[in-house]
Nanobody, 128 residues
Framework: QVQLVESGGGLVQAGGSLRLSCAASGLTFSRYAMGWFRQVPGKEREFVAAITRNGGTTYYADSVKGRFTISRDNAKNTVYLEMNSLKPEDTAVYYC?????????????????????WGQGTQVTVSS
């Protein structure tokens, strides 16, 4: 079965950096667009970034644009989220997600229901 396993979360001071990884198994990774979402208690899951199957197109939430970078290595079945200039409001559980959907647009990329597969999440805490 499909498994997505996130890693790389932790505690960091404001202004610092973290790199999240998501290792995928049980699927043909290059056939899946990948997304990162985040969630804080009591709030809905929020879109962070997405990348198309071949990595040719990326999408970002306005709140992270210019600070976060999504990338993928199809040979390693892994997607990454490089997070720089972190702010306390970036504190959340970060989730990796996968979809076979073709033609991912910014409208579909940011919709959680478009992704049938999800990881368990990794906690990111940014202290002020």
């Amino acid at each position: 079965q499909v498994q997505l396993v996130e890693s790389g979360g932790g505690l960091v001071q404001a202004g610092g950096s973290l790199r999240l990884s998501c290792a995928a198994s049980g699927l043909t990774f290059s056939r899946y667009a990948m997304g990162w979402f985040r969630q804080v208690p009591g709030k809905e899951r929020e879109f962070v970034a997405a990348i198309t199957r071949n990595g040719g197109t990326t999408y970002y939430a306005d709140s992270v644009k210019g600070r976060f970078t999504i990338s993928r290595d199809n040979a390693k079945n892994t997607v990454y989220l490089e997070m720089n200039s972190l702010k306390p409001e970036d504190t959340a559980v970060y989730y990796c997600s996968a979809t076979e959907r073709r033609g991912l647009s910014i409208y579909t990329a940011r919709t959680p229901h478009e992704y049938p597969y999800w990881g368990q999440g990794t906690q990111v805490t940014v202290s002020s």
